[in-house]
């Protein structure tokens, strides 16, 4: 597996990582755990080496999943995961808010250091923005518990560039894990120049859209309703059927190249700069093997230009999130 490093941070994973939350949250009924454990050590073995959790996804039965599954081989994956959500208080799954108190930073860490079954997080996000916590307050406490030991590196998620630069002049940001695909690219407006300059890296989540851009599905696909993408506008039918447009592109490049359409859209996330690394997720050993084998698919300059010229000529119906949800995602 090749290798690439997050900015100039020095923290070098591999060029496609692992995405967990859908093994237990959000896509449907949790997988069976052995499997899901084997399919994590599979994933090492194939040369995978970052993978990706959060306390909220479950919540915390994703953490435990990965603490016990990558514990034997701590030594030879990152791991990153995630603080920033308040959970119910009534014992339901779920979050019920959004808390970036340094308080609650601390107690978050402690409960995923014990989860993950490690001394060390390689990689502490901030999950979401909290705009009742100056953004210098959340970097200055992480900066403390990296100076304790306790995480290596410091990392935001869906943060405008404003936000960006205040967190990185208090305490470095290695990465910025965001949506990023051939049909999400608001990132490249001011987030991708602002992380150019400052030298921090991109963790492009969703890289398949949510598996939209594998052809997996039209109009007339229903999702379960403990599928969370039963409730995303941009997966309702009239705007999976307008969207098919972006497939038949992918669709038409992957023919050319004889490779399957998954590995157009990761290829073409892996073109765009060095330092950007996706997590796409997937809880089946041909899929993993499918989206590993991206890295060896090389897009020529020709191709990009036709993919990014016809990509501008489609308008993307829905948006990603429900309107409440999307507030989330824009600060």
Request: glycine share 8%; proline share 5%.
């Amino acid at each position: 597996m090749k290798k690439r490093r997050l900015g100039n941070s020095g923290l070098e994973v591999s060029a496609i990582g692992l995405g967990c939350m859908g093994m237990t949250y959000a896509y449907r009924p949790p997988k069976d755990k052995n499997e899901m454990v084997a399919l994590l050590r599979s994933a090492v073995e194939r040369g995978v080496t970052f993978f990706d959790t959060a306390e909220v996804y479950g919540p915390f039965t994703n953490e435990e999943l990965v603490g016990e599954a990558l514990a034997p081989l701590r030594d030879q994956v990152v791991i990153a995961t995630k603080f920033g959500f308040k959970m119910k208080s009534d014992g339901s799954s779920g979050w019920s808010g959004l808390d970036s108190r340094p308080e609650h930073i601390r107690e978050v860490t402690e409960a995923s250091l014990k989860r993950l079954k490690t001394e060390t997080i390689d990689l502490l996000y901030q999950h979401r923005v909290d705009p009742n916590v100056p953004i210098e307050d959340v970097a200055g406490t992480v900066k403390e518990l990296i100076d304790e030991g306790k995480v290596k590196h410091f990392g935001l998620s869906e943060a405008s560039a404003q936000t960006i630069r205040r967190a990185h002049a208090v305490q470095p940001v290695t990465a910025l894990q965001s949506e990023y695909s051939i049909w999400w690219r608001e990132l490249e407006e001011q987030v991708i120049p602002t992380l150019e300059e400052l030298s921090i890296g991109l963790v492009s989540y969703s890289p398949l859209g949510r598996g939209f851009l594998t052809g997996r599905f039209d109009s007339k696909t229903t999702f379960d309703s403990n599928d969370f993408r039963s409730t995303l506008p941009r997966f309702q039918p009239e705007a999976m059927k307008a969207n098919q447009a972006v497939v038949e592109l992918i669709e038409n490049v992957a023919k050319g190249k004889g490779v399957r359409l998954a590995q157009i859209a990761l290829a073409w996330v892996l073109a765009q700069k060095p330092w950007i690394v996706p997590i796409p997720g997937t809880t089946n050993s041909d899929r993993l093997d499918e989206n590993i084998g991206a890295v060896d698919v090389q897009l020529t300059a020709s191709e990009l230009s036709e993919i990014n010229e016809a990509a501008s000529k489609i308008k993307v119906q829905g948006g990603r999130y429900p309107e409440a949800v999307q507030k989330l995602v824009e600060r």
